[in-house]
């Protein structure tokens, strides 16, 4: 009997290891982040592509290859524009597309627009979770994995809450979550 536990036991474990492995490689988006990621993938794979094509051709028309900028700087843009499809048709199928527009709730989680205040100076800003390919600081949009939204994830208004930043650490209070 002990040894049928034990076997139990052993089998839950790699389940669970095996459920969090899945779950960490799924990434978290929003609708919108995911739709805007879809049709940068679609313009680079219809137009970029064709487009960086068309300039090697000309490049390629100047002559000497070996002394021609034109056509190294195309052959780079190319590598690059092909880098990007790559790596956008590898996340696509593995993003967790969540929709925020019915979310609601006094909970801060991935998809609040939260308005922190930092106790120090009184600075107020506002910031809203998203998945970790749509962050964008100077719009307000915060990674889940960032060290600001971990530290204020399931947090609410009125909580004080200490982030580890680069340049140590900021206290902040929140004053506002909401769900747009």
């Known amino acids: ?3 049928l536990i034990k076997a139990v ?3 839950l474990r790699k389940k669970n290891k095996l459920e969090r ?3 960490m490689d799924r990434i978290p988006i929003t609708t919108q982040g995911f739709e805007k990621l879809k049709g940068e993938l679609e313009k680079l ?3 970029d592509r064709k487009e960086i094509i068309e300039a090697i051709q000309e490049a390629r028309s100047h002559g000497d290859l070996s002394e021609n900028a034109e056509y190294d700087a195309a052959k780079e843009r190319q590598g690059l524009i ?3 499809i790559a790596e956008l048709e590898s996340k696509i199928p593995r993003f967790d597309i969540i929709n925020t527009a019915g979310m609601s709730g006094e909970k801060i989680m991935f998809g609040a627009t939260v308005e922190l205040e930092n106790i120090d100076n009184g600075e107020k800003r506002k910031y809203t979770i998203v998945g970790p390919d749509e962050a964008d600081i100077s719009l ?3 990674s889940i994995l960032s060290p600001l939204a971990r530290a ?3 947090k609410k208004a009125g909580n004080d809450v200490v982030v580890q930043a680069p340049g140590g650490e ?3 209070e929140i004053v506002r979550v909401s769900f747009n």
């Open 82 to 84: 092909e880098a990007r």
């Open 1 to 3: 009997m002990v040894v």
């Open 45 to 47: 794979k219809t137009i």
């Open 9 to 11: 036991k052993r089998m």
């Open 170 to 172: 900021i206290e902040y």
């Open 152 to 154: 204020i994830i399931g």
């Open 21 to 23: 492995a899945i779950t």
């Open 140 to 142: 307000g949009r915060v």
